[in-house]
C-alpha cells in the first residue's frame, strides 16, 4: 500500500471535521477510511498529520490529549 502524502490526509482531517462542525468530533478512522480501504494501517500517520494541525484538537474522554502519543480510542474535532 502506499501511503498518501500529508496534504492528502491533512485535507481529509480538515473536511471530516468541517463536515461535523464546532462542537462535534470524529474518529480518526473515519479519515483513514476515506484514505485506503486497508486503512488500519494509515492510522499512526493519520494521527501524526492530525497533531500538526492547529485547527484540530483532540481528546479522550472528553480530556484533551496528544494525538500521538494516547492510548486507545481519540476523537478529533475542531477547536
Do not use: H, N
Request: charged share 25%; proline share 9%.
Amino acid at each position: 500500500m502506499t501511503r498518501p502524502p500529508d496534504d492528502e490526509i491533512a485535507a481529509v482531517l480538515t473536511a471530516l471535521a468541517t463536515e461535523r462542525g464546532r462542537g462535534k468530533t470524529f474518529c480518526p478512522s473515519d479519515a483513514a477510511r476515506r484514505l485506503a480501504a486497508d486503512w488500519r494501517p494509515l492510522m499512526p500517520e493519520v494521527r501524526r498529520v492530525a497533531a500538526t494541525l492547529d485547527s484540530l484538537q483532540a481528546t479522550r474522554s472528553g480530556i484533551l490529549v496528544d494525538p500521538v502519543t494516547a492510548k486507545g480510542p481519540i476523537r478529533l474535532g475542531l477547536l
